[in-house]
């Protein structure tokens, strides 16, 4: 019913800035709060940003490893979030994912915890 799609990743010098996009699509009349994630192999999936709608305003969260570098932003017209990467660090490589928390479709339904498939990110030292 819902598809989240990422581009953007790609590889980077240390220093150097990627943005991320992802798009939702389907039958969607609104998207709670979104969010990115990054994992790297042998660790648990973390959290690195969310942007979570009410009203007009927009309330983001960051980890702070990457408060200050990292800006998430959405379009809600398009259904699409955006991550703006600056600084960038070694550390900071990984596969980084998209995530949906809850979706409401033009039908009235519900679907929560929509994934995208990921895009790898690798910074260079």
């Known amino acids: 019913q819902v598809q989240l799609v990422e581009s953007g990743g790609g590889l980077v010098q240390a220093g150097g800035s990627l943005r991320l996009s992802c798009a939702a699509s389907?039958?969607?009349?609104?998207?709670?709060?979104m969010a990115w994630y990054r994992q790297v192999p042998g660790k648990a999936r973390e959290l690195v940003a969310s942007?979570?709608?009410?009203?007009?305003?927009?309330?983001?969260n960051y980890a702070d490893s990457v408060k200050g570098r990292f800006t998430i932003s959405r379009d809600n017209a398009k259904n699409t979030v955006y991550l703006q990467m600056n600084s960038l660090k070694p550390e900071d490589t990984a596969v980084y994912y998209c995530?949906?928390?809850?979706?409401?479709?033009?039908?009235?339904?519900?679907?929560?915890?929509?994934w995208g498939q990921g895009t790898q990110v690798t910074v260079s030292s």
């Open positions: 389907g039958s969607i009349s609104s998207i709670n709060a």
């Open positions: 995530n949906a928390d809850e979706v409401v479709t033009t039908t009235g339904n519900r679907v929560l915890g929509s």
């Open positions: 942007i979570k709608r009410r009203g007009i305003i927009n309330y983001t």
